[in-house]
């Protein structure tokens, strides 16, 4: 069965400490994987969408990247401003219309 | 430039009570739509989408259903809620010809007492 999974599951870091998210995913064929920011409340923001191994993104501290089976979103040198919920979802080849897996996202809370 | 909204913000009813949420999609043309559940500690559930006006698919079975009225409107129902359907209830849209990125409303909270 296709499947994401993100980890950790909650990351804590002190403002300026560089890190690494990961959304792994056992997939049949890969038709996008996708990046979303989720403040609580409110629902998610879409930040990038990578399609092929090697593909790179960049949005601000925010960079994406994608390999064939897992995706890393690495923030750099963190704000307090950047303390939320990533999802990341993937779209299989098998899926219809734009149907998203997620998975179950990454708690970031940067401390001042 | 698109927008999406969602109605009521946060509700509150009671076990056995009707239930209507409504999403609207303003600035674009048959978009596919989206219903997720968002229950605490899980991940974004799919419910329903729908490519076309009077075209619902369901992806899980339960006591809520989906209608699309008009080609920028979803409504998601059920006629008996269920303590189970406390979440946080999401609409999303993707753009006719999009490269299947969604962008998702504000969402409404539920609250079955």
């Known amino acids: 069965e296709d499947q994401v999974t993100q980890s950790p599951e909650a990351l804590r870091l002190q403002e300026g400490e560089s890190s690494s998210l990961n959304c792994s995913y056992t997939?049949?064929?890969?038709?996008?994987l996708f990046w979303y920011r989720q403040d609580p409340g409110k629902g998610p923001e879409f930040l990038f969408t990578l399609y092929s191994a090697g593909e790179e993104k960049e949005k601000e501290r925010l960079k994406a990247t994608l390999t064939k089976k897992e995706s890393f979103l690495h923030i750099t040198a963190p704000k307090p401003e950047d303390s939320a919920t990533y999802l990341c979802?993937?779209?299989?080849?098998?899926?219809?219309?734009?149907?998203?897996?997620f998975g179950k996202g990454t708690m970031l809370l940067v401390s001042p | 430039s698109q927008t999406i909204h969602q109605w009521p913000a946060t509700l509150v009813q009671p076990v056995g009570s009707p239930l209507s949420l409504e999403c609207t999609v303003e600035?674009?043309?048959?978009?596919?739509l989206y219903w997720y559940r968002q229950a605490a500690g899980r991940g974004l559930q799919l419910l329903f989408y729908?490519?076309?006006?009077?075209?619902i698919s369901s992806e899980v079975p339960q006591n809520l259903s989906a209608s699309r009225p008009q080609d920028r409107q979803f409504i998601l129902s059920s006629k008996k809620l269920l303590l189970s359907d406390s979440g946080f209830y999401l609409c999303?849209?993707?753009?006719?010809?999009?490269?299947?990125?969604?962008?998702f409303g504000p969402g409404t909270r539920l609250t079955v007492t």
């Open positions: 979802a993937v779209q299989f080849m098998n899926s219809g219309y734009s149907t998203l897996t």
């Open positions: 600035g674009t043309s048959n978009p596919n």
């Open positions: 997939v049949s064929g890969l038709r996008g």
């Open positions: 999303a849209w993707t753009p006719l010809g999009a490269s299947y990125e969604q962008y």
């Open positions: 729908s490519v076309g006006i009077g075209q």
